[in-house]
């Protein structure tokens, strides 16, 4: 869960884009609530990435293909696609917000919820916040564990039931292939004179 919320006065302040957030990428370890044995995704992430590019690279992290409403929920509030009104709650435009302006600092917390009927919750902490590596084409993935649950299976209850012996099928190499498509070199490589 998102740590308790901010008062005016920091909001103001965390949405103030840091300087350094251009060249610097969150490391981040996003986990499926609730899925037994774990399910989990280390990614690292362009800190000025905006939340609807973050997004993006979650659906590909965890084999999810858009279907269905997704909502951030932050200490700065919650946000998602002003496409996707579900009436429910007042979401601010996930395209105004980065990574850093809403989870700023390591061990900074949020959470990125998708399928509002299934509720795949995913639990987001900032693991480190690095400097990018020159020639490096972020977001990538560091490591996970265990494929995904199936699109519309039912929950993760009916995960943990019926797939819980689905083994351990997850590869880091054919994620970052699938990646690939939103990924950009934040310090071009330094070309040897």
């Known amino acids: 869960m998102p740590e308790e919320p901010v008062t005016f006065d920091e909001l103001e302040q965390l949405l ?7 060249t610097t990428v969150h490391r981040v370890k996003v986990s499926l609530y609730g899925a037994k044995p774990p399910v989990w995704r280390r990614l690292e992430i362009p800190s000025a990435m905006p939340l609807s590019l973050v997004h993006a690279a979650l659906q590909v992290a965890f084999d999810w293909h858009g279907y269905h409403l997704h909502a951030f929920e932050t ?6 696609s002003p496409d996707q009104d579900d009436d429910w709650a007042e979401r601010q435009d996930e395209t105004t917000a980065t990574l850093a302006q ?4 390591e061990r900074a917390k949020a959470v990125y919820s ?3 009927g299934d509720d795949w919750r995913h639990d987001i902490v900032v693991e480190k916040i690095v400097p ?3 020639g490096v084409a972020y977001p990538r993935c560091a490591g996970g564990r265990r494929d995904a649950p199936p699109e519309d299976c039912g929950g993760i209850w009916v ?3 019926q797939f819980a ?3 351990d099928l997850f590869n880091v190499g054919e994620l970052n292939e699938r990646l690939a498509g939103l990924a950009t070199v934040l310090i071009p490589a ?3 004179s």
Do not use: I
Request: aromatic share 16%; net charge negative; hydrophobic share 40%.
């Open 75 to 80: 200490v700065c509030g919650e946000f998602g």
């Open 165 to 167: 012996d689905f083994g």
């Open 159 to 161: 995960f943990n039931e």
């Open 114 to 116: 998708y399928d509002f």
């Open 190 to 192: 330094r070309v040897e």
């Open 132 to 134: 990018a590596e020159p």
């Open 102 to 105: 809403v989870a700023g600092a």
């Open 16 to 22: 103030l884009r840091p300087e350094d957030a251009v």
